[in-house]
């Protein structure tokens, strides 16, 4: 979610990068249901959420907030104003330990089998949902490549491949890649595929690159980690690299290994993940200010702060507080994270919420699995809280186009600056 950070949410880019996602029963029932979840006056929806209670025997405290009476808050707030084209939301919450795969499959399996929902809302392992049970989903996380003809998980943030084409443009018709010659750095063998659509991108935009590496040293060796990377290093140096693109873990591994081997080559750079290199930066993780200085990177959400004081994630908050008035939920911060993130149940029941009723609303009174997919791809131009600009959909493309935030490195709050305002895509 949200990004992945929001998802993914930040997507994302909140604790749900550092522990998988999903989660509490509140199951509704005793009402008729069809085999898809719709009837003539309700909307079936699973809303599986992640369980943090199952980290406190290791010792381990995080709190995300109550997504329960986030979601339960919200959803009574939307039947109150008359649902969707007059159905009402009957939301069936499970709670899900984030420790396997196994628990996020039986979720999957009780809410599609025993609850019979119509779509699921920021599941984890969704290819369950949409290969196993043709189950649309809405935010969900960790997906792997769908099969054809499989339906759609919407979601409001591009895959890695596909934002990079579009961070790397804006990059371009900002300056960043004047006068320069790249080193393009892989952080592991995972990011190859998105290497390939770096090196396509920067070959369409006529940008030279003048040496490409891929970390590739045996995981858990750390002397051989250093010294692939010292000769990396070496490498770029010799070539006259005068700028560095790192590439999806690239993106937090290439400065700690410059400060790991105290390299006076030190390049202005790019970072094509800001959410993983967010989270290292947030949570502590030691980079010297040194390597960070000369960074820029980007996101397709605003900084958590801004998007938590936009008018329509405040309106989520009100409802939320007003349903449920002894629940925590405490802003975010610039600081670094830590076990007190009770803004996110709030931040990620109103985004989700929102996409599937604007989806939901556009298929109309004859709702469908085939009619909510269809206008799924058709959404053009929908206003989502928080996102800043409006996001589309495409032909057969379940994930959103929009804004482009340029994001840097502010060495006195020793945080990542993000841009206030969107970048032309």
Not at 15 to 34: F, K, N, R
Not at 102 to 119: H, I, K, M, R
Request: aromatic content about 8%; charged content about 15%.
């Amino acid at each position: 979610m949200i990004r992945r950070k929001l998802v993914t949410l930040w997507a994302v880019s909140m604790l749900v990068t550092v522990i998988d996602e999903i989660g509490a029963p509140l199951s509704a029932s005793g009402a008729s249901q069809s085999s898809n979840g719709v009837t003539a006056t309700t909307i079936h929806v699973g809303i599986p959420y992640t369980d943090f209670n199952a980290v406190l025997k290791f010792g381990v405290t995080i709190d995300e907030g109550n997504f329960p009476d986030a979601y339960s808050a919200l959803v009574a707030d939307m039947n109150a104003h008359g649902g969707i084209n007059g159905r009402r939301i009957v939301p069936y919450l499970v709670p899900v330990s984030p420790f396997g795969t196994a628990p996020a499959a039986a979720a999957c399996t009780e809410l599609t089998q025993d609850d019979s929902v119509f779509v699921a809302l920021n599941p984890d392992q969704p290819d369950c949902y949409l290969e196993d049970h043709h189950t649309p989903t809405i935010n969900g996380n960790y997906q792997t490549a769908q099969a054809l003809g499989s339906v759609p998980n919407f979601s409001i943030a591009p895959p890695p491949a596909v934002y990079d084409r579009l961070q790397l443009r804006v990059f371009d018709r900002n300056g960043v890649f004047a006068s320069k010659r790249l080193g393009l750095f892989a952080g592991g063998l995972t990011d190859q595929g998105q290497l390939r659509a770096v090196q396509s991108v920067l070959s369409s935009l006529h940008v030279p690159v003048v040496e490409t590496a891929v970390q590739d040293a045996p995981v858990g060796d750390a002397g051989a980690y250093i010294q692939q990377f010292s000769v990396i290093a070496q490498r770029f140096r010799e070539a006259g690299v005068n700028e560095v693109i790192a590439i999806g873990t690239g993106s937090y591994v290439w400065p700690r290994f410059l400060q790991g081997i105290e390299s006076s080559y030190n390049p202005p750079w790019v970072a094509t993940d800001e959410g993983a290199l967010e989270t290292a930066v947030r949570t502590g993780q030691s980079i010297s200010s040194k390597y960070l200085k000369n960074l820029v990177t980007s996101s397709p959400t605003p900084a958590g702060d801004v998007f938590w004081r936009t008018r329509s994630v405040q309106k989520c908050a009100r409802v939320v507080h007003k349903a449920y008035p002894t629940d925590k939920i405490t802003a975010p911060t610039n600081d670094q994270l830590g076990s007190d993130e009770t803004f996110y149940a709030v931040a990620a029941a109103c985004i989700t919420l929102a996409l599937f009723a604007a989806i939901a609303k556009a298929a109309g009174k004859n709702l469908t699995t085939p009619t909510f997919i269809r206008a799924g791809f058709r959404l053009r131009n929908v206003v989502i809280p928080g996102l800043g600009a409006p996001i589309s959909f495409g032909p057969n493309r379940s994930y959103a186009i929009g804004p482009v935030y340029i994001v840097t490195y502010d060495p006195v709050n020793h945080s990542l600056k993000f841009s206030t305002s969107s970048a032309t895509n």
